[in-house]
């Protein structure tokens, strides 16, 4: 295979992005020369374009030229007029629905089989949820001394990890949008990786009751722990204790077995994106998706701002008309909630986007869309939502890094796997996070933070499929506990953090 | 002194509260007799009242009868209609100047003078702020080595503390309120308990720039680590390890010098309140703070929603009509805040403030004003504000306990006073928090929490002078770093909670 210097898409494509940073002088291709020094991952123009005329890129138009442009001249962010989103009222649905999904090469993982059914766990951890942040200070003492006292004695035990979290008081409770909190709570406790133990610390007086967060014949003293009825710090402390030790007896029962991919649930996102985002790491996280998909797992994609501006591509991959309206009310729900906030959808792009060679945000959806692959899209959940189906889902998140990470852990993923381009050294305690980079510096440079590297697409030194298939056989190993990946060795973890679009109060 | 069991507060009142729970038919005072079983510290009707009458105390319209209510029963919180907020647009200023303060017995305290002038410093921390969450992981890594290896070596450094937090990057950075986290962010780096030591991680691709947080002079590398230009995971926490080993060798030359109370800048709020804190701990509180006042310190109260229904009240405290102005504008940013999430100023309340026999709003701002004591208010500041003026300030803040204790820290408070009905473990990293309980059975239960008891107040045991005068020696004590309060000695830690009106993206 050949070493690309330069990378374009489709075959309407106007622009190409360079692979390396070039000199003015350098020759792109036949008549092309750089009119100037071009840095890496950015778009060089490949043709006059005229004021007014599209930017194509993906086969889509980026943006409209705000002032005329030469064969050969950089074409940064603020050369494109952003074009209007696609309009939701008019939307097509399942007319893109693609059946030949590439075959796994393995059909089962060594997992936790989940007590209420469901999806398996992949680690066997002790979650202690807080109803509220109160609680925090008192619970992480308990915390340090239940990891040094207590796991030692519980071998099949990974780890011991409390949710501190904002929510749970000084917030408007009854508000339309604090269903998205509370669901995010609820479906936490019950998240596979805690095996169906309970383990829940509430103040006593706070907003979120334990009636919003527990079904009532889980409120039971052995699961709930109300530190206003008990006598000051120390007494808190032993009483959490002995809760963790009669949780921990039990997890410790818990033993991996062979399970089908479709007990298992996936979440993948993006963080730190640049221009080679997509083209190299999200097209191979789409590739290793599709064959989860195809052996019958669960896979969900996020980042609502992301992918807005591609909302007919992910239309006409719904199944149905009626994933296809949640589709449409979950993006209008977000269009009206930025509106509120008096931005719209250019408010996601970072300057490190930008300084990738991203140079708006329809340019980042393209690329943040690669990441699901060509799979059906069987349901569209809202953030935190668990699924009902079993494929390919799109869950409406943010696509802020943690807050998303935080939404798809309520949804159920017990792995996550997270494409970078200029890189970050994300983590999650409750699961693990298998993190994928767009391009080969980075992975010279984070040799000992990114777990695989997706650079080689990009120099055309390998294909989307195989970095796809190394990547999906990573996530095997991940998943069936084989095989640390780097956030979990060096235990970077991200806090939990809610989604709480009500106000405070 | 004789033993309350009943409390009524201003004489146009026609209820009282219990000290402790009675019995039916119990006689509460003259020809009042309880024709039911009254929770403690909650109201019982000294008159017959009538549909639709109004039910007063502290001289206030609580609400207006919704059924009508014999003279001895007890009034829950289902009983009274909300009466209309006070107009923020017939506000009078300036007509309650109180001049008579008590005159504090101690006029200075230990403190560290602060390099750049303004408030001293109550305790030595390496604070350590972060630009965005996806550091958090490597930095709490680093954050944990430098405790065990370097602080030793310090002995005159308190702590090391990273500020982790929610903002940073997945947010609308241009949205008109992000002007609000912004703000607190920035005066954090500058909090008198860090002695003017900088040090600032960022991960190099985020959305709040190191140009939003710092001055353009103070943007140098022995004050900030970009993580994307450092060689992964191991090189970053050995860099930061240098890092916070310089820092920390200059804060270790800082000494306690005797300082002016004019140097301080304290701040005052309540959490878990009960219908004795209005009574008891927030008088209290609000006599020592006018001590305070009254020796040139600066002293903040807070909580918009939780005092918007005594606006009035706070209104002729302020010295002037520029003050008044910007009272009725934070007031009226926050009725629109919570009406655009389609919620008023009931939101508020709790569970536990109804419990603990707060009926609603009105009653408990009543409450929640006390606190400020009677000094006039000289000045009223935007979330996370900085004071220019010293005596009582009102810091316009939510009233969530952990999102008011960060608007306070940035607004630069050494020192909290936290008053409590319910009981809260509640503690911050950055500065120390003495906790006052409002009555003595949660002194008795949380005696290795609670710092100091106002219970006494309720009985008739002591006055609020006496208490008043107890916590003001408490606050110098601890001010001066003779003392630890209860929530330092056993590190009891919030994280930092920024206030974030504006949308996630
Ligand atoms: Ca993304
Ligand atoms: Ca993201
Ligand atoms: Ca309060
Ligand atoms: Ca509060
Ligand atoms: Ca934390």
Redesign the interface.
Known sequence: MGFNHFIKIHENDNVSITVNAISAGTVIMDDVVANENIPQGHKIALVDIAEGEAIIRYGVILGFAIQSIRKGDWINENMLQLPTPPSLDEMEFATNLVTDLPEPPVKTFMGYPHPNGGFAGTRNILGIITTV??????L??AVKRIKQELLPLYPNVDDVVAI?H?YG?????????AAIPIRMMRNMVKHPNFGGETMVIS?????L?LEMLLDEQEILPENVLI??NV????A?VAEMMSMADSKLKKLNERKRVELPLSDLCIGLQC??SDAFSGVTANPAAGYAADMFVQAGATVMFSEV?EVRDGAHIIGERCVNEEVGRKLVSEMKWYDQ??E????DRS??P????K??GLSNIVEKAMGSIAKSGTSPIVEVLSPGERPTKKGMIFAAT???????GSCQLSSGVTLQVFMTG??????LAEAPVIKVCSRNNLKD?????IDVNAGPIATGEATIQEIGTLLFHEMIEVSSGRKQC??EK??????F?I?N?????
């Not at 679009?501 to 109060?505: E, G, K, S």
């Open positions: 942040q109160c609680v925090t200070g008192v992480n003492n501190n904002a008081c000084g917030v408007a409770i009854n508000a339309p949008e103040l006593g007086c706070e907003k009751t530190l206003q006598n000051g710090h120390d808190i963080g730190g701002t909630y930025l509120k906030g008096q931005v408010a996601n970072t300057p490190g986007n300084k990738g943010p696509a802020s890094d943690f807050v998303c200029r890189g970050t050294p994300y983590g440079m984070w040799g000992d933070l780097l956030a060096y235990e970077l973890h991200n806090d953090t989604f679009p009500a106000p405070i109060t």
